[in-house]
């Protein structure tokens, strides 16, 4: 059975940066994304990777935040600048056991969910 936990949310300050990551008892090499809610919203896309490294992002975090991995350890990281209040979201990781991602972040695609890290951004 797959398992995904993300930690590292926090608050944090307009303008500010933080990382948050996820380790994935995936094997190496899937299609792993992160996704995050926001109050009173549904869960929406907000970046992936593909099994060769490739990466997606969404509109609204292009620029700002990256999307990386470390194989040898299954860590999934997301490098979080130049924070917005509307980045106030609990943040997912998913997987699926594939190297190919959507050409479209889809949540639908992904088998596998962590539980979700927290991170708040005041103005």
């Known amino acids: 059975q797959v398992q995904l936990a993300e930690s590292g949310g926090d608050s944090v300050q307009t303008g500010g940066s933080l990382t948050i990551t996820c380790v994935a008892s995936?094997?190496?090499?899937?299609?792993l994304a992160w996704f995050r809610q926001r109050p009173g919203k549904e869960r929406e896309p907000v970046a992936e990777?593909?099994?060769?490294?490739?990466?997606i992002y969404d509109d609204a975090v292009k620029g700002r935040f990256t999307i990386a991995r470390y194989d040898p350890t299954n860590i999934l990281y997301f490098h979080m600048n130049n924070l917005k209040p509307d980045g106030t979201a609990l943040y997912f990781c998913?997987?699926?056991?594939?190297?190919?991602?959507?050409?479209?972040?889809?949540?639908?695609?992904?088998?596998?969910w962590g539980r979700g890290t927290q991170v708040t951004v005041s103005s």
């Open positions: 998913a997987a699926r056991d594939v190297g190919t991602c959507p050409a479209k972040i889809s949540a639908w695609f992904f088998d596998y």
């Open positions: 995936t094997r190496n090499n899937v299609c």
């Open positions: 990777i593909y099994g060769d490294g490739y990466k």
